[in-house]
């Protein structure tokens, strides 16, 4: 059984950084995708940073780009999500997700929740003006 466990969660001042991690288990194939995703109060859950583990390949959505990086430890089926220059607009629910499997190891990540399989059960983010 899949499983994604989150953590690093937490309250930052507009400015600060957070990194956020990811713990995968019940899987060994790199054939796939790992993605955090976020979802505010009243808002639809967005995607905003892609990885293939395979080609270590990423994508970012223009709202984090520069600012948010992604990374996989295929090893330890860990994902790290680095966020830095934190505004209130990043305050949601962050999502780690695993899916988007290809046999394309160099292909791109979808970017849409359904092409996601696994969920974990999210980390808050909070961040104070």
């Known amino acids: 059984q899949v499983r994604l466990v989150e953590s690093g969660g937490g309250s930052v001042q507009a400015g600060g950084s957070l990194r956020l991690s990811c713990a995968g288990s019940?899987?060994?194939?790199?054939?796939?995708?790992m993605a955090w995703f976020r979802q505010a109060p009243g808002k639809e859950r967005e995607g905003v940073a892609f990885?293939?583990?395979?080609?270590?390949?990423?994508y970012y959505a223009d709202s984090v780009k520069g600012r948010f990086t992604i990374s996989v430890d295929n090893a330890k089926n860990m994902v790290t999500l680095q966020m830095n220059s934190l505004t209130p607009e990043d305050a949601a629910m962050y999502y780690c997700?695993?899916?988007?499997?290809?046999?394309?190891?160099?292909?791109?990540?979808?970017?849409?929740?359904?092409?996601?399989?696994?969920w974990g059960q999210g980390t808050q983010v909070t961040v104070s003006s």
């Open positions: 019940g899987y060994t194939s790199s054939r796939g995708c």
């Open positions: 997700a695993r899916g988007s499997f290809s046999t394309d190891l160099y292909s791109p990540c979808g970017t849409r929740e359904y092409e996601y399989i696994h």
């Open positions: 990885i293939r583990t395979s080609s270590h390949s990423t």
